[in-house]
């Protein structure tokens, strides 16, 4: 099956600074990414769809500046959390597709504590 | 909010016991896909039935949809110890693979 990797895997920063959150596929082309956001013991949120090459669309109340996605390539997208703050702490997870698929591939996903 | 509904949203049975969690949606959709997230992991695609399906099966899974009714149930049958987790369910209302997910179901099996 479709494979989708994530790193880091657990981050803990301080408040200020910025993380990155590589998410990539390993054996296909993911022309779609998916950011997620989970809170413990709570559904998924999905923060913006990215497709290869263009802009990343973001949901309704997702702040761009400060989740900053990069999607340059087809097996690789980014997720940089900007002067990251201790509530922006959570577990982030991506997913990738093709245009082929139906469903989505899931990461392993990032816990990300800032202090 | 377009986040379907969960219930129960935990349920703990024994081993050998059938599972049964039901979904509810707001929107018309395409498909509804069940997934499967253990503690602090990622998310394992379980099974995708499409809007003009009714009912499909994978091993020890069967899902039923009712669009008259935007519900849908996944049943795990003969339950084991390992099919501790989460589950959600989420619904491709169309427009490049975009879900919305369920509030989720923890389900525990116990020995």
């Known amino acids: 099956g479709a494979v989708v990797s994530q790193h880091p895997s657990r981050v803990i920063c301080k408040s200020g600074t910025s993380v990155k959150i590589e998410c990539r596929s390993l054996?296909?082309?993911?022309?779609?990414m998916f950011w997620y956001r989970q809170f413990p013991k709570q559904s998924l949120m999905l923060m913006a769809t990215s497709n290869e090459g263009s802009k990343a669309t973001y949901e309704q109340g997702v702040e761009k500046d400060k989740f900053l996605i990069n999607h340059a390539s087809l097996t690789l997208s980014t997720l940089t959390v900007t002067s990251a703050h201790p509530e922006d702490s959570s577990f982030y997870i991506c997913s990738a597709s093709d245009r082929y698929q139906e469903t989505q591939y899931f990461g392993p996903g990032t816990r990300l504590l800032v202090l | 909010s377009q986040q379907g509904e969960e219930d129960p949203q935990a349920l703990s049975i024994q081993e050998g016991e059938n599972a049964t969690m039901n979904c509810s949606y707001k929107?018309?959709?395409?498909?509804l896909q069940w997934y499967r997230q253990n503690s602090g992991r990622g998310l394992v695609h379980l099974i995708l039935i499409r809007s003009n399906e009714r009912e499909k099966h994978s091993g020890r899974l069967r899902v039923t949809l009712d669009t008259s009714k935007k519900s849908s149930s996944l049943l795990i049958t003969a339950s084991r110890a390992a099919d501790t987790a989460s589950y959600f369910c989420a619904t491709d209302a169309g427009g490049g693979n975009k879900l919305t997910f369920g509030t989720g179901t923890q389900l525990k099996v116990e020995l």
């Open positions: 929107t018309s959709i395409n498909n």
């Open positions: 054996d296909f082309q993911a022309t779609t």
